[in-house]
């Protein structure tokens, strides 16, 4: 299964969405069933690493994102990946609108798709305190959990 998280720019959300599931799947043993990437609606940081209070959120969990680089969602992906998660509504009608004709990945929101609730949200903590990111954290890792759950429950069917 690949899996592609999306939120705006792919420095806050997204970033710490991809390495929350990375390391929540590695711990399953998993890895070989599943991959996880991230991007963002606009370019305007690709190249760029997440945003420094994402990368120091996810430092104190444990998880190390510093090496990753944002990038702009493409063409390809409609076709690379079976399912792309997108952080909010926003997000994901963006996402929508610009599938191409023959794009084959489904599209939800994350924290829907993990099972965290219909039209549940991850909101950018861009312009907010410590405790913003705080949050996303928690959103993510939950959700992060809830999808590593399913995929190792053999009795349980994950659509891709």
Same mark, same amino acid.
């Given at each position: 299964m690949r899996l592609l998280v999306v939120c705006l720019g792919n420095i806050c959300r997204s970033p710490l969405a991809e390495g929350v599931l990375r390391? =929540?799947?590695?711990q399953a043993r998993l890895g070989h069933r599943v991959v $996880?990437?991230? !991007?963002?609606?606009?370019g305007w940081h690709a190249g760029e690493p997440p945003d420094r209070r994402t990368i120091a959120n996810a430092a104190a969990h %444990? $998880?190390?994102? !510093? %090496? *990753? =680089? !944002?990038?702009q969602l493409r063409a390809s992906d409609y076709r690379d990946f079976h399912w792309l998660l997108c952080a909010d509504r926003a997000n *994901?009608?963006?996402v929508r609108g610009r599938a191409p004709g023959n794009a084959t990945a489904r599209s939800a929101l994350l924290l829907e798709w993990a099972g965290l609730g219909q039209g549940a949200e991850i909101p950018d903590p861009y312009t907010g305190g410590p405790e913003a990111f705080e949050h996303v954290w928690t959103l993510v890792d939950r959700a992060a959990r809830a999808i590593v759950a399913g995929l190792a429950?053999?009795? =349980?069917?994950i659509d891709a």
């Open positions: 390391q =929540r799947i590695d $996880v990437d991230s !991007a963002g609606t606009g %444990g $998880v190390d994102i !510093a %090496g *990753l =680089r !944002a990038r *994901l009608d963006d429950d053999r009795t =349980r069917t």
